[in-house]
Each structure stands twice: as structure tokens, then as C-alpha cells.
T-cell receptor, first 116, second 110 residues
């Protein structure tokens, strides 16, 4: 079990460009989550998938953000027309499910995005 | 207003000292989790507390869930430099999403 893998680890882009991040969850984990974290803050929920179905999206996720998990395995998060306010660490987590009291999330190391 | 309020925001102590960080909410939760995050890495789950009044120990770390299941604390005994990190509490509110507090940054100096 290699853990949750995120690529790239760092991304520097210019304002207005599009960026795409990839997350490979722990194999056979059916749930996959995306969070965003800014410096000194806790992670903020963006969206989550149960297999290939996107079940919940945060109001934080503007129309410029889109996430996919086409085959229920890896996921991509795309940000179009990036803005400086998008600069943050983007974290992916996966789990094998579970109820309210026993779900365990395993996080990747994140993708640090800097928008110049 | 955040669902989970953590205090203090920052704590700096000497190695060997004890510390306590708090996680408070006006909401009742079925369970609450604590994570530790090191710079440049994702959070790592430390513990899940489920029952009101529950106390769980993980080596020098003691976690307590409030009787009313609205708050929790994390106490570290004889802190070591390896305890340095961002401590996050998290719980599920509506839906299935896990919501995090703002975190307490702990610095243990040698």
C-alpha cells in the first residue's frame, strides 16, 4: 500500500492560466476527497466522490473549479483562469468509507499552487 | 464563524513541558477526530473519539471528548521536539464531509 499520491507537488503559474492536479488514492478506496488549505488555516472541504460519482461540492468551489474521477480510481482537479486567491495547498484524501464515527481519511502530501 | 474553534492558535513551549490544546463547538457531534500535520505534508489521523466523556491515550498524548460531545482537548505530557506540528480537530456536520478547525500550531523548542 503506497498511500495517497499527488502530482505535482508544486505548481507555479501565471494568473489566467489553467492548471490540473492529479490524485491517486489508496487502491480500492472508494471515497476520494479534495480539500484546500491556506497558510495557517485548517483544510477546507471542496468536493468528494464515492467511486466515480461526485456526491458533494462546497460553495467554495466556483465555476472555475472542476473535479473528475472517471473510473472511480484516480481523480483530477482543474482550475481554469487561475487567480492569485487560488494560491493554496490542495490536498487529496481517500478512505474505504465507513459511517459517521469510523471513517478514516488518508491524506496525500498535497500540491502547493502559487499563482503569480 | 467556524464550526470548530481551536485554541490557542499558536503555542511555543520548551521540551519537557506539558501542553493542552482545545477544540470547541456549539454543535453536538457523533465523533471527533484529531490530526497532526507537519510542514509540507498532509494531515495524519491520530485518534477518533466517539463517546461523551471518553478519554484515549496515545503514548504521551491524551485525548478527551466532552460529556456533551461538543468539545475536545488534547494534552501532551513532557513534550518532545518531534511533537512540533499543526494539530487539527475535525468532525462531520451535515452530509459526509469532514470539517476541520483552524488548527493549533505547536512549536517545541529544544
Amino acid at each position: 500500500d503506497t498511500g495517497v499520491s499527488q502530482d505535482p507537488r508544486h505548481k507555479i503559474t501565471k494568473r489566467g492560466q489553467n492548471v490540473t492536479f492529479r490524485c491517486d488514492p489508496i487502491s480500492e478506496h472508494n471515497r476520494l476527497y479534495w480539500y484546500r488549505q491556506t497558510l495557517g488555516q485548517g483544510p477546507e472541504f471542496l468536493t468528494y466522490f464515492q467511486n466515480e460519482a461526485q456526491l458533494e461540492k462546497s460553495r467554495l468551489l466556483s465555476d472555475r473549479f472542476s473535479a473528475e474521477r472517471p473510473k472511480g480510481s484516480f481523480s483530477t482537479l482543474e482550475i481554469q483562469r487561475t487567480e492569485q486567491g487560488d494560491s493554496a495547498m490542495y490536498l487529496c484524501a481517500s478512505s474505504s468509507g465507513g459511517g459517521v464515527t469510523n471513517e478514516k481519511l488518508f491524506f496525500g502530501s498535497g500540491t502547493q499552487l502559487s499563482v503569480l | 464563524t467556524q464550526l470548530l474553534e481551536q485554541s490557542p492558535q499558536f503555542l511555543s513551549i520548551q521540551e519537557g513541558e506539558n501542553l493542552t490544546v482545545y477544540c470547541n463547538s456549539s454543535s453536538v457531534f457523533s465523533s471527533l477526530q484529531w490530526y497532526r500535520q507537519e510542514p509540507g505534508e498532509g494531515p495524519v489521523l491520530l485518534v477518533t473519539v466517539v463517546t461523551g466523556g471518553e478519554v484515549k491515550k496515545l503514548k504521551r498524548l491524551t485525548f478527551q471528548f466532552g460529556d456533551a460531545r461538543k468539545d475536545s482537548s488534547l494534552h501532551i505530557t513532557a513534550a518532545q521536539t518531534g511533537d512540533t506540528g499543526l494539530y487539527l480537530c475535525a468532525a462531520k456536520a451535515a452530509g459526509n464531509k469532514l470539517t476541520f478547525g483552524g488548527g493549533t500550531r505547536v512549536l517545541v523548542k529544544p
